[in-house]
């Protein structure tokens, strides 16, 4: 259990950006993961496997107190598998609850080295939904230039 209230908040907004991500693994098939609408965009296989690299470098930086994004691990045999890929997703889900349910800092005054700034434990963590939405928005597009349905939570919290 997430005991600080601003941490718990954090997970609220964590968990509803993440299921809309696990919604559209949902509606994507095996093909669809080779799917990109540009070469440097990356398919989505390759952008949902990142989505969970980066989380897992967020997640380093709060044990360390260091953000380093150049270690992201990249493991490229689950670009190509929906149940590898959520597993990725899942595994550092289940981390950074563990993480946030053993925080016992200050959110607000611990802060997080970034390259060129330093950031709250909690403005450092506002800043991974907000990473993944902008990926969501890519995969909206994406998707819909591709022929997939987009998920019903999307169509119904973003009005689509």
Known sequence: MISH???????????????LTYDFLKVLNEQDLSYSPQLE???FGKQIRHVGDVQECYL???ETGMADF???RMDLTMEQSLPKLEAH???Q??????LLSKFDGDPINQMIAWPTTKLSVLEHLFLLPQHEA???GQWSLA???HGIELPKSWVDNWAL
């Open 5 to 19: 209230p601003w941490l718990a908040q954090f997970a609220k907004t964590w968990q509803f950006t993440r299921s």
């Open 41 to 43: 965009f990356g398919t």
């Open 60 to 62: 380093q930086a709060l």
């Open 70 to 72: 150049s270690k992201k």
């Open 89 to 91: 997703l899942r595994q």
């Open 93 to 98: 889900d289940v981390r950074l609850y563990d």
């Open 134 to 136: 902008i990926h969501q």
């Open 143 to 145: 998707g819909r230039q």
